[in-house]
């Protein structure tokens, strides 16, 4: 018997597949440095965001193991209830100091911290300007919080401009919000633009560094610090599960930004607090990265070769400048094949298709790492050179 609901469920799913849009989970083993088994094949993973490799690093690891035993392995409690330890507090100090700012504050997630600062931060009565190409959960940020939100073309500044003076000078509050480095894309947002459009138009500017904490600028702060405009950006938020390897969010600002959010950020006031052992890891990981400046620089230059040899073989990385280096091919069609063909040949690469990408623009989301050894980008880009001829078929779309 089918219970109400399921039918539907099903058809939904079907509709998905038959066009080649169903999701599936893969699943994968452990991970010994930047190996492990996928689906049974032992593969590079070529698709993580575990980009400096901290997330098997033994001290982050033993950090993780060390505050599980002092304080258990839950907290029991929202931290704004009893669960709020000496180590959430010590994680905020270290992100405050490692970013610059006079103060932090530690979310579950990234999706937390978007979610519950953007609703914070804006309402009804006033204007949200988000880049088309944003985050998932600063899209959603933007609808829970009720504020008029109006999309401006990706990095397009013309249209930012003519939305803030067509739009910006009847809301209350005017915020800009902008992913750093681009997530599917790999490109940079014009900060500096950004930053001068919002001192013209009066506007608060949120950055999310999710995939530049720990990659870019002198000391591994971010895009803002690489581009030295810090200073001029109040809300920095960037994720702890990605380049640091662990779990977990920020945004870093004022004591008013961060006093403000722990009264107005519903995703941090209701809900557990992260587990201690997540926050000294994270604690762990910023030491590394403060410390062992070869691996961002390491990230850097296999993600230059990459995208000289892909582009030398004629295949499209958009605007990439970072460690995400997109391949479009185009059909979700030809894009699973190649994954797939990819995997048999001991490279783990995702295809990314809509609705995370637009229509027609399916690809391959290819990371580097900094603990891949030599020769590895190379194998690659001739795996992926095979793989492209052998789904190639006169009858489909040639990728
Ligand atoms: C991954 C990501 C997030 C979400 O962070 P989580 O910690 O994974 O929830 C937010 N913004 C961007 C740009 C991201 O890539």
Redesign the pocket.
Known sequence: MRLPGERRWQQVLEDLKGRNLLRRLRRRGPASGARAVVEGQEAWILCS?DYLGLSTHPDVIQAMIDATRRFGAGTGAARLISGNTSLHEEVEEKIARFKGTEAALF????????VGTIQALAGEGDAIFSDEL?????IDGCRLSRARTFVYRHRDMNHLEDLLRREGSRARTRLVVT?T???MDGDVAPLEDIVRLAEQYDAVVMV????ATGLFGEHGRGMCEEKGISDKIPVQ?G????ALGV???YVAGSSELVNFLINRARSFIFTTAPPPGICFAVIKALEIVEREKWRRERVQALASRLRTLLKSKGLNTLNSETQIVPVVIGSENSTLAISRALLKMGFFVQGIRPPTVPPGTSRLRVTVRADLPDGIIEDFCCALEKAIGSTWSPTGEQP
């Open positions: 965001n979310f579950t997630s990234g999706y937390h911290a978007n944003n985050h998932a959960s600063i992913d480095v681009f997530s999310d560094e999710a995939h938020m994720t702890c599960g990605k779990f977990g969010a």
